[in-house]
């Protein structure tokens, strides 16, 4: 099956984008992602960071890749269900893995329990309408159980969001200098702190994203199959409109200077329901100017990430808790300053990428994770190059 160029360009954009928020979560404790006064107060350039990422990039990339995700479960549904179930069960492995050994932010596990429960959903829609409105239904129950905990929650902050001194020293002690053991048992906690997240409130929404993905890909619009013009106008308006749903919290979790009730739940819901409607406007325009954009090398190369899109994005965990869990530079650099960080990262994942392709049809761990699909499936493979 030929390759959507295009497709592997905005999945290449969502790698490199998530990493444009990851990179909070390797430099600084847990609580500093979502909360930039997560130490008790914040500097003028530390807030504006984290209003500028909010608007443009928070959850936008990761929705963007799930919606992604969701457009790879309609592709797959030729191959069948044992193949579909083999590769997604392996991906809950390595998710499983990759969080417990390596970092707590992992996504892998997440993407891959709510795909062996949003693949049959995807399967069994019997029109593109049933499966959209559903996608929709589901992401909007989400929201509505993230504003239900907003109110019931109280307004005393947890340790999540402002942790004391004895809670931030020893989370730079278990990352950077603890034993091994030490560091896998508060992974597991915060696995454990994770998949009871997803079960209560953020499955939903990631299955929602899953079945949107894919009734755009069964449409054909993650296809490129509507006008140029079409997708320009449609990125404007998405894009436009998602702004303007997210900036009013922005300014108003600054004005409530980041209070936990509003600002962990209540002031969320706007960034969730903008992002599915922003990350869709970046891509429609992306379809809308591909002639345009398709010239550069620069594109060309990032594609070649999205192509590697697994491999790449479990680099990004190997290249950042070696910097800042081996190299001592845990909690040295504030919000902005780990910014400076993303460009190089970045630079290896498309080097890596290109040259690997030159030679190569897959990434490594694409290759290793089909041939492991296919041994558990039960099926065999082509004869081809890696």
């Known amino acids: 099956m030929e390759r959507n160029v295009t497709l592997d360009f905005v ?10 928020l990851n990179i909070v979560g390797f430099g600084l404790p847990k609580a500093a992602y979502l909360n930039p006064a997560w130490y008790g107060s914040v500097t003028l350039h530390d807030a504006w960071t984290w209003a500028v990422l909010d608007l443009f990039a928070q959850v936008k990339f990761l929705s963007l890749f799930a919606i992604l995700f969701g457009a790879g479960l309609q592709m797959l549904l030729p191959r069948g269900k044992r193949w579909i179930q083999s590769r997604l069960t392996l991906l809950v492995l390595l998710g499983f893995i990759h969080g417990l050994l390596f970092w ?6 997440a993407y891959g329990l709510i795909g062996l429960i949003a693949w049959r959903m995807v399967r069994d829609a019997v029109s ?3 499966l959209f409105n559903t996608g929709v239904a589901l992401y909007l ?4 159980v993230l504003l239900l905990l907003g109110v019931i929650s109280g307004s005393t902050p947890n340790r999540s969001w402002i942790p004391d001194a004895a809670n931030i020293q020893y989370e730079g002690y278990w990352k950077t200098t603890g034993s091994v053991m030490e560091a896998i048992g508060n992974r597991a906690d915060l696995l454990s702190n994770g998949l009871l997240a997803l079960g209560a409130q953020y499955g939903w929404q990631l299955a929602g994203l899953m079945l949107i993905g894919a009734a755009l890909m069964r449409s054909g619009w993650l296809k490129g199959q509507f006008s140029l ?8 308006f998405l894009t ?6 997210n900036l009013p919290a922005i300014v108003a979790q600054w004005q409530v200077e980041w209070a ?3 600002c962990a739940f209540i002031l969320q819901a706007p960034r969730e329901l903008s992002a599915p409607v922003q990350v869709l406007g970046y891509t429609s325009l992306i379809f809308g100017y591909w002639p345009q954009l398709c010239r550069s090398k620069l594109v060309s190369s990032i594609a070649c990430v999205g192509r ?3 491999s790449n994005y479990l680099l990004q965990t190997l290249i950042c808790t070696t910097l800042f869990y081996r190299f001592g530079l845990f909690m040295k650099f504030d919000r902005l300053q780990l910014l400076a960080f993303v460009p190089p990262v970045w630079a290896v994942n498309i080097l890596f990428s290109v040259f690997w392709l030159r030679r190569f049809r897959q990434g490594p761990l694409e290759w290793i994770w089909r041939q492991l699909t296919a041994r558990a499936a039960g099926t065999s493979l082509p004869r081809t190059s890696r």
Do not use: E, N, Q
Request: aromatic share 6%.
């Open 308 to 310: 590697m899109a697994l």
């Open 229 to 236: 013009s079409h997708y320009r106008r449609t990125g404007l």
């Open 240 to 245: 436009l409109l998602g702004v303007a749903i």
């Open 11 to 20: 999945r290449g954009i969502a790698i490199l984008g998530i990493l444009l």
């Open 128 to 130: 593109v309408k049933t």
């Open 104 to 109: 707590d932010g992992d996504i892998l596990l």
């Open 141 to 144: 129950i989400g929201i509505a």
């Open 260 to 262: 936990y009730r509003w």
